[in-house]
């Protein structure tokens, strides 16, 4: 049995359980931009329910054009007004460079992909350099962002502030 067959399993017994639809807006107005690392449960660890929040994930959190679009369209037509950011510690982004990924990626291809990593070395930096381009992209309706890391060996959520 592949992990996709022991998916569909889990999902039809989750469908028995199921409570049903939620309006698409999400009950919280909040959207939430994290990584995807798997140890990280955001809806546990946040306190949200289904319907509660828009989730919006890839390596290591970063802001993308992406990102950018998701929260645009998450705001402007769905209502959320308020972005929580949640990095991690132990993050895969951490343990490389942009060049040392593309390398890697060429090696293993034959083809050096058109995008950058976008790889970092501090995590409140990095966590604080993503709540400018929020705060300072024009299109969104609200900057009301917060910044988090995540710690994946205790399951603490810490707050990083920007500087003043």
């Given at each position: 049995?592949?992990e996709?067959?022991?998916?569909?399993?889990?999902?039809?017994?989750?469908?028995?359980?199921?409570?049903?639809?939620?309006?698409?807006?999400?009950?919280?107005?909040?959207?939430?931009?994290?990584c995807?690392?798997?140890r990280m449960?955001?809806?546990?660890?946040?306190?949200?329910?289904?319907?509660?929040?828009?989730?919006?994930?890839?390596?290591?959190?970063?802001?993308?054009?992406?990102?950018?679009?998701?929260?645009?369209?998450s705001?402007?037509?769905?209502?959320?007004?308020?972005?929580?950011?949640?990095?991690?510690t132990?993050?895969?982004?951490?343990?490389?460079?942009d060049?040392?990924?593309?390398?890697?990626?060429e090696?293993?291809?034959?083809?050096?992909?058109?995008?950058?990593?976008?790889?970092?070395?501090d995590?409140?930096?990095?966590?604080?350099?993503?709540m400018?381009?929020l705060?300072?992209?024009?299109?969104?309706?609200?900057?009301?962002?917060r910044?988090t890391?995540?710690?994946?060996?205790?399951?603490?959520?810490?707050e990083?502030?920007?500087?003043?």
């Amino acid at each position: 049995m592949t992990e996709i067959d022991r998916m569909l399993e889990a999902n039809a017994e989750w469908a028995q359980r199921f409570p049903g639809s939620r309006p698409v807006q999400p009950a919280r107005k909040v959207a939430v931009v994290a990584c995807m690392d798997s140890r990280m449960p955001l809806f546990p660890l946040l306190g949200l329910e289904v319907g509660d929040a828009h989730v919006i994930r890839n390596a290591g959190g970063i802001i993308t054009e992406d990102v950018l679009r998701s929260l645009t369209i998450s705001q402007h037509l769905l209502g959320t007004r308020e972005t929580v950011l949640v990095h991690h510690t132990d993050c895969g982004m951490q343990k490389t460079d942009d060049r040392a990924l593309a390398d890697t990626v060429e090696q293993a291809t034959g083809h050096r992909p058109p995008w950058v990593g976008r790889t970092f070395t501090d995590l409140d930096a990095d966590v604080r350099e993503s709540m400018a381009i929020l705060r300072s992209t024009p299109y969104l309706l609200s900057h009301e962002v917060r910044g988090t890391v995540y710690d994946v060996t205790t399951g603490e959520l810490r707050e990083v502030h920007p500087t003043s």
